[in-house]
């Protein structure tokens, strides 16, 4: 997945509860963040925050920019080569039963125009020195012609040219049944992309576990006191495991319950996007678009403000 977050700095809007639904939604095995505007501990924080041992990063300066590349470590990853425009790596994977080995470049566009031709020079220094089972991916800051577009300039020919120039490097040999999916445009004003490399796999499933801010509140407790007060019949092993089975159980229900009730419900909101963005095609939808993005934002803020106050003191905040 790659994502041009817009900072990691603030505890104050909801970019980390986001990308956690995103990986769990997802199974995102590499995380790519642009403009991250945040130092080496901050990525560190984000790392831990998100269950990802291994990362790597280029710090911003004087918090602009700022790139991260977080894997989980069943991938074999070694960062080669990074700068503020990209981070270019070498994978080691299975593929089909069988070991591979390709590279990976990730890429931010400079935002700046008079930079770009430099940033595509500089690509395409790494591109001939490449094995050629290369995947690009990330936020090009460009497009290649003027319909992807509502509003602003057009293309830049160095692009365009760019591209037709690597035409025939075709990852899609590599993995047939790969997709792309683009998220839409929500906590940040970029889309995150996603690619799947094997669409028929299926997700990683995960063990529920009753989370520790459960046990700060009182319900659990009266389900534990409850269960524990019931008679059952049979030896003391037996009731014993009849009563913690029915106390896990309980606690199950309850905790479903209550996260639906008071978590931020990133599906709906995502959902309500999509269906937005995908009629976008004057300048009119693009607002009415905006309208519905700003209203998720604010159904966002409103659970996220909740958790902060149940959390008091232990929230994370990354920077301040």
Same mark, same amino acid.
């Given at each position: 997945m790659a994502w041009n977050c817009r900072g990691l700095n603030s505890s104050d809007d909801p970019t980390i509860p986001f990308l956690k639904w995103t $990986?769990?939604?997802?199974?995102?095995?590499v995380l790519f963040l642009m403009e991250t505007k #945040?130092? =080496? %501990?901050?990525?560190?924080?984000?790392?831990?925050?998100?269950n990802f041992e291994n990362y790597d990063f280029v710090e911003a300066v004087d918090y602009a920019g700022g790139l991260a590349i977080f894997w989980c470590p069943f991938l074999k990853i070694s960062v080669e080569e990074k700068s503020t425009n990209f981070i270019f790596c070498k994978v080691a994977d299975v593929i089909r039963n069988g070991f591979n080995e390709w590279e990976l470049l990730l890429v931010y566009g400079s935002p700046y125009v008079d930079e770009r031709e430099k940033?595509?020079?500089?690509?395409?220094?790494?591109m001939q020195?490449?094995?050629?089972?290369?995947?690009?991916?990330?936020?090009?800051?460009? $497009?290649?012609?003027?319909?992807?577009k509502i509003g602003g300039?057009?293309?830049?020919? #160095?692009? =365009? %040219?760019?591209?037709?120039?690597m035409q025939g490097m075709n990852e899609y040999q590599l993995y047939p049944e790969a997709n792309i999916l683009n998220l839409p445009i929500l906590v940040s004003d970029h889309s995150p992309i996603?690619?799947?490399t094997n669409a028929e796999k299926k997700r990683r499933s995960r063990t529920y576990k009753v989370k520790n801010w459960c046990l700060n509140l009182e319900q659990p407790k009266e389900i534990v006191a409850?269960?524990?007060?019931?008679?059952?019949?049979?030896?003391p092993m037996f009731k014993c495991s009849r009563k913690l089975q029915q106390v896990r159980y309980g606690l199950f229900k309850w905790c479903k319950k209550y996260q639906v009730e008071n978590n931020i419900v990133w599906d709906d909101i995502v959902e309500d996007c999509v269906n937005s963005q995908k009629q976008i095609k004057i300048s009119e939808d693009v607002h009415k678009a905006k309208e519905v993005r700003e209203n998720g934002i604010k159904r966002a803020m409103i659970k996220l403000d909740y958790w902060k106050q149940r959390a008091k003191g232990k929230w994370v905040a990354l920077g301040g």
């Open positions: $990986i769990r939604k997802f199974s995102v095995d #945040s130092s =080496k %501990d901050v990525v560190g924080v984000v790392a831990r925050l998100l940033v595509w020079n500089g690509l395409d220094d790494i020195r490449a094995s050629g089972k290369v995947l690009l991916m990330g936020d090009f800051n460009q $497009i290649e012609f003027h319909n992807q300039k057009g293309s830049i020919v #160095s692009m =365009k %040219d760019w591209i037709e120039d996603i690619l799947d409850e269960v524990w007060n019931r008679k059952i019949d049979g030896s």
